[in-house]
């Protein structure tokens, strides 16, 4: 998985409560992105950060916050305001903020809400 | 919006023959196409990619055509071995989002013995 990891692997989350998802890289990239994958469809774009102290919206950013204060950790929160959050998330990482620097992916966490 | 439930699109080849798995892009103004294999429980891992005044490319074991006359990508997988069974996406940028792909759904391949 190219030097990124994301824990925990599988997280089961009350409605109403917010959660944080981990996403730590050691491949020194600059960029760093957050997806949401639904049953059965491609990756949706959440959040990027192409800097440290940076991050911009995606298309699916409502109900989801970030924060880059690192350069190796850009953790994703999914608030009590997403209204649909069971999905498998997945964080990737790429050389520069460029879509054509090829983004390398972690494994992923898979979000339940009970 | 959403599909939960939405069954992918399957093509089943036998172990030994080529594959050839095929993407319709949306926006003709796109000029950045990759393919992308997921295996089952795990993040995407980037194949190849072709820049659209590129008609074809090829890589180890792989080669993807672009036919913009008809928006159509497909990514060509030569001797399928075990190992190549996953869904593999495409993703086109298009040239007014720099940092955003559009992701296809997905194509499962699943190879017979």
């Known amino acids: 998985d190219g030097g990124i990891t994301q824990s925990p692997k599988y997280l089961f989350r009350k409605e109403g409560q917010n959660v944080t998802l981990s996403c730590e890289q050691n491949?020194?990239?600059?960029?760093m992105y957050w997806y949401r994958q639904d049953p059965g469809q491609g990756l949706r774009l959440i959040y990027y950060?192409?800097?440290?102290?940076?991050?911009q919206k995606g298309d699916i950013a409502e109900g989801y916050s970030v924060s880059r204060e690192k350069k190796e950790s850009f953790p994703l929160t999914v608030t009590s305001a997403q209204k649909n959050p069971t999905a498998f998330y997945l964080c990737?990482?790429?050389?520069?903020?460029?879509?054509?620097?090829?983004?390398?992916f972690g494994p992923g966490t898979r979000l339940t809400v009970l | 919006g959403e599909s939960v439930g939405l069954h992918l699109p399957t093509l089943s080849v036998q172990e030994g023959d080529n594959s050839i798995i095929n993407c319709a892009y949306s926006?003709?103004?796109?000029?950045?196409f990759i393919w992308y294999k997921q295996e089952s429980g795990k993040g995407p891992q980037f194949i190849i990619d072709?820049?659209?005044n590129m008609d074809k490319r090829q890589g180890q074991r792989v080669t993807v055509l672009l036919n913009k006359t008809v928006k159509h990508l497909s990514l060509q997988i030569a001797a399928t071995q075990p190992g190549d069974s996953a869904v593999y996406f495409c993703?086109?940028?298009?040239?007014?989002?720099?940092?955003?792909?559009?992701w296809g759904a997905g194509t499962k391949l699943i190879i017979k013995p």
């Open positions: 491949l020194n990239h600059d960029a």
């Open positions: 993703a086109e940028n298009p040239m007014d989002s720099n940092y955003q792909l559009i």
């Open positions: 950060s192409q800097i440290v102290n940076d991050f």
């Open positions: 990737a990482s790429s050389i520069l903020a460029g879509v054509t620097d090829t983004q390398y």
């Open positions: 072709i820049r659209s």
């Open positions: 926006n003709s103004a796109s000029d950045y």
